[in-house]
């Protein structure tokens, strides 16, 4: 009985997440008298692809999904050979300080992104490189939250490892690329989930620097099809099943990673 009543647990609350996605994709679908309808068709009569074809005339869409696909995949490569780089040096290399930096580094993840808003946008302006691509995926290259989770996955690896690279000849290099690296994985696999979708739903920072629409990303794209009187909600939500597809397909292909990260985590 206790196991029953834990599935249907389970089960409730899966469909309770799965919920807005499935009203998103029911109302792409549905036809435009029938959106504002009281109360909510979730089988609307005369069902079609309509909103997805209206879609792809109001704006150059597939230009807009691969500037945010591209950014959004050099971001995190960027990231993760940065934070991972950083978090070796932060859990195997001993310098003067490095426990005070590592502090001061963590420190920087409670500044918010509105604070630093206007420092970006002059600094950008002032080398000539506002509405560019550049200027987007500039101030993504590093992340410290990416370090601090990286770092804690290198501390789990054994040092014996790094011991027997070293009899072998190795250096911190050799040991960082072919010792260290194959062993976080999950954390890799997972850090490159939040990098992406950091960068893939990332709104403020391109509505601020971005002034072309070719240089548009897809939350700039999608805002764009708010009318000031009136909203067209099954087209928008036809770009918004869009966006979500890539997330779920690079979850699908990372899922086994972050859960064996999540279970080395709580292990000792």
């Not at 089960?11 to 029938?34: C, E, Q, R, Y």
């Not at 101030?139 to 490892?161: K, N, Y």
Request: hydrophobic share 60%; glycine share 6%; aromatic share 14%.
């Amino acid at each position: 009985m206790a196991k029953a009543l834990k599935y249907l647990v389970v089960v409730a609350g899966a469909l309770v997440m799965l919920f807005p996605f499935a009203w998103a994709v029911i109302t792409s679908l549905t036809p435009d008298g029938a959106v504002l309808a009281s109360p909510p068709d979730f089988t609307p009569e005369g069902a079609g692809l309509g909103a997805y074809e209206r879609l792809l005339e109001a704006m150059p869409f597939w230009r807009i999904l691969a500037n945010s696909l591209w950014i959004g995949l050099a971001s995190t490569a960027l990231q993760l050979i940065t934070s991972a780089m950083a978090a070796y040096a932060f859990a195997r290399l001993p310098f003067p300080g490095r426990g005070a930096l590592f502090a001061v580094y963590l420190a920087t993840l409670m500044v918010p992104l509105q604070v630093l808003i206007v420092p970006l946008f002059i600094e950008m302006r002032t080398f000539q490189l506002t509405d560019t691509y550049f200027a987007v995926l500039a101030p993504t290259v590093a992340s410290a939250f990416g370090v601090f989770l990286l770092r804690q996955a290198i501390q789990q690896v054994p040092r014996e490892f790094d011991e027997a690279a070293v009899l072998d000849g190795a250096g911190h290099l050799r040991i960082f690329a072919f010792v260290v690296l194959p062993l976080i994985r999950p954390a890799l696999a997972t850090f490159a989930i939040f990098a992406f979708m950091a960068s893939w739903n990332s709104y403020l920072w391109p509505l601020v620097i971005l002034r072309s629409p070719e240089f548009f990303t897809l939350p700039l794209g999608l805002a764009e099809l708010h009318g000031r009187f009136t909203t067209e909600w099954n087209v928008v939500m036809a770009g918004s099943v869009v966006s979500v597809v890539p997330i779920l397909i690079l979850y699908l292909f990372a899922q086994k990673h972050v859960i064996a990260s999540v279970a080395q985590s709580g292990l000792k």
